[in-house]
């Protein structure tokens, strides 16, 4: 943490950066109602992916890795779906990610790596497929 720098700049910086990652829709809870949420907020998204030297696409990418070797698949699809609505990546690239993983994280997983690829691909050309056709 930086010299002068409060819990509350520290929430703020990263409550912004979090809904940079996930959206505005994204739920938060308010300061204090959960001691997990506020430490997310003014660790992971205040301190680490506010760091300036990757951006948030790189930094995606590499959390996207090392969910799959997780097997965190649940979490990595709401990566896929975020990347995909944000523009951070194509349908063909969200792809292509699924398939350089798939070695990595083993055949029996990757049903489920699959899986989760395909369905945020599906909901995203859904969701567009859906505006193209009230904006017409």
Same mark, same amino acid.
């Given at each position: 943490?930086?010299?002068?720098?409060?819990?509350?700049? /520290?929430r703020?910086?990263?409550?912004?950066?979090?809904?940079? &990652?996930?959206?505005?829709?994204?739920?938060?809870?308010?300061?204090?109602?959960s001691?997990?949420?506020?430490?997310?907020?003014?660790q992971l998204?205040?301190? &680490?992916?506010? /760091?300036?030297v990757?951006?948030?696409?790189? /930094? /995606?990418?590499?959390?996207m890795?090392?969910l799959? #070797?997780?097997? #965190?698949?649940?979490?990595?699809?709401?990566?896929?779906?975020?990347?995909?609505e944000?523009?951070e990546?194509?349908v063909?690239q969200?792809?292509?990610?699924a %398939? @350089?993983? %798939?070695?990595? &994280?083993?055949?029996?997983?990757s049903?489920?790596?699959?899986r989760?690829?395909?369905?945020? %691909?599906?909901?995203y050309?859904?969701? @567009?497929?859906?505006?193209?056709?009230?904006?017409?």
């Open positions: 943490m930086a010299t002068g720098d409060s819990e509350q700049s /520290r703020e910086r990263g409550l912004a950066k979090y809904r940079e &990652v996930y959206g505005d829709d994204a739920f938060v809870f308010e300061a204090g109602q001691a997990f949420f506020d430490l997310m907020l003014s998204f205040g301190e &680490v992916w506010a /760091r300036s990757l951006e948030v696409p790189q /930094r /995606r990418l590499l959390v890795g090392v799959a #070797a997780q097997r #965190a698949f649940d979490t990595l699809g709401i990566q896929f779906s975020r990347c995909l944000s523009g990546l194509t063909e969200v792809r292509e990610v %398939i @350089h993983l %798939i070695p990595y &994280v083993g055949y029996p997983s049903s489920d790596l699959y989760v690829s395909e369905v945020a %691909i599906g909901t050309e859904k969701a @567009h497929r859906q505006q193209e056709g009230t904006n017409e």
